[in-house]
């Protein structure tokens, strides 16, 4: 099993929460508040063609994942000359798991028509929320009219399986606009959703409003509830909770995202895009001109490489499997890393079931009720 992810560094404004890697594009030309010009889209398909053309021999995905960015913010021309580009350069005939992520707001049937018959058989579309308040706070250019439009488009193309994200934990928000979003999400009926507490991260305006003492994140007991009240309802209403953030339908579970919450190899391609490959991890640089310079000029985009010690990786391994509510079962852990989580972190795991944020039962290591709504200090004590 492997993946293939693929970063498109655009988005028409920037959300003032976002610390992912992307240009603010608005109708398709990038402002340029620099000296000297940034490459425009086009440039990055060229670099973009180089890095895919030089993917490693054997490499046979079976999940693809574009993300962003935001994919379907790429002209008609751009997202045909990229959807061509990979099935020219990859080799997809494993691929059992195409995904695009896409934005309400920048979705036309006659992209949703090309996405489907080059093959993307998943769509995940960024909702975050279906109050207009909380849209506008968090700096989306969508309305909630918006969503639906965009999710019967997809349907109407013949998407079946379809992920839905939602933010919650939004300044001034309430539980009952939680309760809300929540309902509107599955009123639409969605295979998939994905339910994210709201992070400040640093280098975001959101943090700089934080500082300035403008807005103030949910407490821990607020988030809890928040976080509390997601899961009952989507798991009422039949979907399965599979890790800590996402949601199924039966069978619906997102086959790339178990590639990062387990072992699994993947290669990422585009600026800032990761990549997980014969033991050995990959950054690319985090600057669409440095990417496009390095490419063109035939050198690499990579900016950050290293091979972990073993006994490392199995810890980081244990805590990337521990997102998942299936848990760790002893034996799998064993026979992929080639260490015993007991022999290898023992003390610390009996540490923390003892606090009741861990359990272990069967020989499967899991996090607990309690320790899924304090999962990242519990990490911290594992790595
Ligand atoms: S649309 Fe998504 S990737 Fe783009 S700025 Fe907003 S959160 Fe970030």
């Not at 976002?18 to 940034?38: H, V």
Request: glycine share 8%.
């Amino acid at each position: 099993m492997a993946g293939l992810y693929v970063h498109i560094p655009f988005c028409v404004r920037k959300c003032i929460y976002c610390d992912f890697y992307s240009l603010e594009t608005l109708n398709g030309s990038i402002p340029n508040r620099l000296k000297a010009p940034l490459p425009d889209h086009t440039e990055f398909l060229d670099a973009l063609e180089h890095e895919l053309r030089a993917l490693p021999e054997g490499f046979r995905p079976t999940t693809i994942f574009i993300g962003g960015g935001t994919p379907t913010e790429l002209s008609d021309a751009n997202l045909r000359r990229l959807l061509d580009m990979i099935r020219t350069c990859v080799d997809v005939a494993d691929v059992v798991e195409w995904t695009c992520e896409s934005n309400p707001g920048t979705l036309t049937a006659q992209k949703g028509r090309m996405l489907k018959a080059s093959g993307v058989n998943r769509m995940s579309l960024g909702v975050q929320s279906f109050d207009s308040a909380n849209l506008e706070f968090l700096g989306r250019i969508h309305g909630p009219d918006d969503v639906r439009e965009s999710f019967g488009l997809l349907r109407d193309t013949g998407f079946a399986d379809i992920n839905l994200d939602l933010i919650y934990g939004i300044p001034g928000s309430t539980l009952e606009k939680t309760r809300t979003d929540v309902e509107q999400i599955l009123a639409l009926q969605p295979e998939h959703a994905s339910c994210y507490c709201l992070t400040f991260e640093e280098g975001t305006p959101l943090m700089d409003m934080k500082r300035k003492g403008y807005v103030a994140e949910v407490d821990a007991e607020e988030e809890r509830e928040h976080y509390q009240l997601v899961r009952s309802l989507l798991r009422q209403a039949g979907y399965e909770q599979y890790e800590i953030s996402n949601f199924a339908r039966p069978g619906r579970i997102c086959r790339h995202n178990l590639l990062y919450w387990g072992d699994g190899e993947y290669i990422g391609c585009g600026p800032s895009a990761h990549s997980h490959w014969r033991g050995r991890r990959s950054a690319n640089v985090r600057s669409l001109r440095r990417y496009c310079r390095s490419l063109l000029s035939g050198d690499s985009p990579v900016d950050f490489e290293e091979t972990l010690p073993a006994e490392a990786k199995a810890r980081e391994t244990l805590v990337m499997w521990l997102r998942r509510l299936d848990g760790v079962p002893r034996a799998a852990f064993q026979a992929t890393t080639g260490y015993d989580y007991r022999e290898l972190i023992g003390e610390r795991i009996m540490e923390l079931c003892a606090l009741g944020v861990l359990e272990e039962r069967d020989d499967v290591l899991r996090l607990s009720e309690d320790g899924l709504f304090v999962s990242n200090s519990v990490f911290a004590e594992l790595v």
